[in-house]
């Protein structure tokens, strides 16, 4: 799977920012196990902001899913 830190990704679709448990309930609903998340379209706080929710979210959905980050913006 992929999606983002910010309000879209780098490829301009809608991200997951400020929806970071909707998506990762989503994700595991679905039987996901990799997530591949980037860092385009942010709102300007840092990685180290934004990233934490989806982890956390990811987490919480009890489903092992392995959380692949880049950190430095294509965008």
């Not at 679709?13 to 989503?26: C, I, W």
Request: aromatic share 14%.
């Amino acid at each position: 799977m992929y999606s983002d830190a910010g309000y879209k990704t780098c490829n301009n679709r809608p991200g997951s920012l400020h929806y970071e448990k909707q998506d990762a309930n989503a994700f595991a609903s679905w039987g996901v196990d990799y997530l591949k998340y980037e860092n385009c379209f942010d709102d300007g706080t840092t990685p180290e902001v934004r990233f934490p929710p989806m982890r956390d979210a990811l987490n919480a959905t009890e489903r092992p899913i392995f959380l692949a980050i880049r950190r430095k913006s294509t965008i």
